[in-house]
């Protein structure tokens, strides 16, 4: 929780980005993609009206290209398709992060001003947290090592099956 003049304030969560790359590159790879999918589907309508395969029995290179069309085209697709879909889904989880911002800000701003009821309720667990007690052995000893801890356990079994065969 952040200070703000001596009072406390809410931490808000980050928004996510969908890249760390500035409008300028943004903008950039999306014409490129742009022109790589128009390109692409121009390259299928010559394929549908037979231009590229008569340009394919001269240059060997476009029966190559006119056979790679289908995954010509699912790249080019790809490439403005899979960061389309990531940033549709940003937006709605931005949304999110925006909702439980505004209601981290609105309990922050209770817990600055907060109303008579809960004065009361935070005195009364504050007196609570103060008035713990420990009780029993403690189940893990983190000040003791671990070869310490299990011997003593296994010393402690021992004894306790020991005494209920002595019972029976």
Known sequence: MRRENGAARYLPERELKLTEADDGQVAGTVALGAFALLATLFLGSQILTGKAILLARVYPIMGLVTSAFP????YSAAFLGIPAYRWMKLGGENEEIAQRN?????AAQQ???????????LAEAADWAMGRKA???????SGQASEVVTKAKETDDLEAFDRMLKNK
Do not use: C, I, M, N
């Open 71 to 74: 995954a010509l085209l699912a």
């Open 102 to 106: 505004l209601w981290r800000q609105q």
């Open 111 to 121: 817990l600055q001003e907060p109303s008579r009821d809960l004065r009361e309720r």
């Open 135 to 141: 009780f029993g052995k403690a189940v893990y000893d």
